[in-house]
């Protein structure tokens, strides 16, 4: 019997049968990156992130590369008070990572959507197994970085995301024949019919077009 998992691999391996793989985010950033970003945040109040991460020299590194960035930014060194954090706080988006004490990751994730907590989360992992890439969209990841990575390509993003939830871009992704409507949740291939989607084909999907 297949389960759900092996179910979402499937239909993506049928799409992508029909297409060539996306490259890779091409060039390089430069350094003013970090200070134009505070430029692109128009909204009246700082975006706040939620950074869980419990290797102090990144957590550390990243708080001033975000916060230069224009967020405002909590740190929570461990899973329990990441989970109560994201819980009793309001925030704009979370960075997660997976490797946390007290708590996992992939355990603080499911907690906070049993709990309707719909907060945008970004997952942080040295983890590249398919199979966890997708126990974490099942969770309710919305994007994976692995690590190591360049702090452009996660203030990039998160940059993404955000526009996405508040409708600041197209709500598609088109490559190599595919178009994802990331509103509806559906998919057309050269032109076809769309085809519905489950919640972890879109999110698999996605991460791979966007990658």
Known sequence: MIDVAEDSLL???FIFDHVQPTTQLEGDLSHATLTSNSRCLQRDTQVRLLLVEDDTDLSRSLKIDLERAGYAVDIAMDGQRGEFLGMTESYD???LDLGLPKLS???VLRLWRQADNNVPV???TARDAWH???DGFKAGADDYLGKPFHIQE???RIQSLLKRLHG????ELSAHGIALNEDRQTVLIDGQHPVELTSIEFRLLRYLMLN
């Open 105 to 107: 990751g992939m355990e």
């Open 122 to 124: 970004i997952v942080l």
């Open 93 to 95: 988006i979370v960075v």
């Open 168 to 171: 600041q871009i197209k709500p």
């Open 132 to 134: 966890e890439k997708v």
């Open 11 to 13: 239909t993506l391996s």
């Open 154 to 156: 996660l203030l990039a």
